[in-house]
């Protein structure tokens, strides 16, 4: 895939793991691909308005939502 704030390849994605089980008890784990997690965030009015600043500010917070993640799924240690 590819991104569509920076219009680079995108090499890794997220697996999301759900686990139950069948109504006969049967454990299950499903491996659920390509399944990307959002997060939304209200734009208010003391954030960027000009397109160039707001695009930049967006960058930016991708990136450091992409370093807590990696730092999560790490635990905790460095990116």
Do not use: W
């Not at 930016?60 to 635990?75: H, I, P, Q």
């Amino acid at each position: 895939g590819v991104s569509p704030l920076e219009g680079t390849v995108i090499n890794l994605v997220p697996v999301v793991r759900i686990f139950g089980a069948t109504p006969a008890g049967q454990k299950a784990c499903l491996h659920l691909h390509k399944a990307f997690p959002y997060f939304y965030f209200p734009y208010d009015e003391d954030l960027p308005s000009a397109p160039n600043e707001a695009m930049a500010f967006l960058r930016k917070l991708v990136g450091a939502l992409e370093v807590a993640m990696k730092m999560s799924s790490m635990g905790g240690a460095g990116a």
